[in-house]
C-alpha cells in the first residue's frame, strides 16, 4: 500500500508569465523503514553573462590537472565493463525493474502525485509511530535566488514538519572571500553548483538531467530512467544524499542556516578541511556500498562463480539472475572525486573502430580531453546538439540573448577542427530543432562494431562540459544491458532524439542565424569555463 503526495514552487529561473512550479513528487511506501527523498538542483541554463565573470578566472581558485589512472576494458564474460566495478558499487538488476522514459508528459505522469502536506498531516495523525522523512537537497544559491525563491517555498513545510522533513542547500567551497562579495546573484551560480537530478521514493529511483520547473514537464527535452524497485540502489542514493546533506547548509524554520554539527563550514571555515571533510564522507558511502555489493553479488553476478536461475532458487534467493547492472558515477571535482570523469574517459578512449558512440548535450561545450579523445580515437561518432532555436536563452533580452551565439561559435571551431584532420566521416555533429521546444537531454550510448543496438548508456546530469567536470556536483548511472528489449528501449530512445535534427555541414555556418558578433568571439574563450 502506498502514500503519494505533490508540491508546488520554483527553483528553475525559467519563468513563464504567471507560472511559479517545481513539482517536487515523493512517492512513500508502507514498508519498515519509510523515506522519501529529493535531491534536485535546476540546471545551469537560466544564467545570465556579467562583467563580473572576467574577474572569476582571477578570483576563483585554480583547478588542479589530474591525470585519469590507466583502465582496460575487460576481455567479454559477462560483460566487458566489469571494470568499472573497480571504482562503484555494481548494482546487479532484471531489466525488468529498468524503464526509459522518452517525454516530458511520461515524466510528469510518472512523477505526479497528490499532495505532500496532505500526507505529512496524515502520518502525523497516524495511530502508530510515522517513519516517513522528506529529504531535500538544492542548491544555496540558485535556491535562494530572489525574494520567491525554494527556501521561502519550503519554510511552511519545514515549519510544520520539523522532525519529518530536512532541507539541505549546498554551497560550493569555492565562492568565498571577495569572490563571494563581489559577484551578484545569479552570475555567483557560475563558480560551483549542486547540480545532480535525482528523485528518489522509498525503493524506486529516477535518473534524469531534467530539473522540475513546468517546461521539463511539456516542451523541454530531456533523458529520464525509471529504476523501480531496485532497492539498494535506493539505499546507495539515500547514503549519498545524506552525505552531501550532512556537508550542506541546513535551512530552519526561521530562514536562518546552520552547518551540521561538527562539520567545518563551506565558505567561512578552511577550504582544505571542509573539501577533505566533504571527500571522506562521499566516499566512504561510495566505498562502503562498493564493499557491500562486492560481498553480496559476488555468488550471483560475476561470470567466475555465476548462479542459475534454479541454483539461486534452490539457495533461497528468488531474485532474477541480473542481465543489466547499474553503475552509480560521481563526479565532486572539488572535492578530488573524478569518477565519472575517469569512467567517460576511459570509455571514450577504448571504443575500439567499428564502434558507434551516440552523444549528446544540451549545452556543446566539451572539455579539452574529450573533444581530443573524439578527434584522436577510432570509433564512429555522432554528437547530438542543439540548435540556436532551441537553447533556453534563444530570443532572450540583453546579453543574455547572446548565449546561443557563444554556443554556435564553439561548435563551429570544433567542426572546423573536425574537418581539418579530415573527420567528418567518422565524427558527424547534428542539431536538434523542434518548434516551440528547448533541448536538455544529455549522456550517451555506445554501441559495439557489428551490433545495431546499444549496449551500455551514460545518463544523468552531466553535460560533458567544463563546470560539470570541474567545478559542479553531478551523477549519472551507466546502465549496461544483455537484455535486447532493454537495448531496444535505449535504441528507439536513441533514434527519437536524433530523428528531430539535421546534420551539420559548412553551409550550417552561413545561414543569417549562425552569424556570431565580433564582441561574442572575443568574450567566449575568457568566460567559456563557466557555463
Known sequence: MGTRWYLEGDDSGERRPGVETLCVCVCVCARARARALLYTVTDSSQLLWSPWLLLAPLLSPAVPHITSPPCCLCPESVHRFQWIRNLVPEFGVSSSHVRVLSSPAEFFELMKVDCLESTLEKSLQAKSPSDLKVSILLDFTRGSRGRKNSRTMLLPLLQRFPEQVRVSLFHTPNLRGLLRLLIPERFNETIGLQHIKVYLFDNSVILSGANLSDSYFTNRQDRYVFLQDCAEIADFFTELVDAVGDVSLQLQGDDTVQVVDGMVHPYKGDRAAYCEAANK??????????????????????SDSLLTQEDAAAAGDRRPVPDTWIYPLIQMKPFEIQIDEIVTETLLTEAERGAKVYLTTGYFNLTQAYMDLVLGT?????????????????????????????????ERQFYSEVCSLGQQERVRLQEYWRRGWTFHAKGLWLYLAGSSLPCLTLIGSP????????RDLEAQIAIVTENRALQQQLHQEQEQLY???????????????????????MVTPLIKNFF
Not at 566516499?283 to 555489493?293: D, E, F, K, P, T
Open 281 to 302: 564522507r562521499v566516499m566512504g558511502v561510495i566505498n562502503s556500498a562498493r564493499a557491500r555489493q562486492q560481498v553480496l553479488h559476488a555468488q550471483t553476478f560475476h
Open 378 to 410: 577510432r570509433a564512429e561518432y555522432q554528437i547530438l546538439l542543439a540548435s540556436p532555436e532551441v537553447n533556453g536563452f534563444f530570443g532572450a533580452k540583453g546579453v543574455a540573448g547572446a548565449i546561443p551565439a557563444a554556443y554556435v561559435h564553439i
Open 463 to 470: 553535460n560533458f562540459g567544463y563546470r560539470s567536470v570541474h
Open 499 to 521: 530523428l528531430r535534427s539535421g546534420m551539420v555541414s559548412s553551409a550550417t555556418f552561413e545561414q543569417p542565424s549562425r552569424q556570431v558578433k565580433l564582441w561574442v568571439k
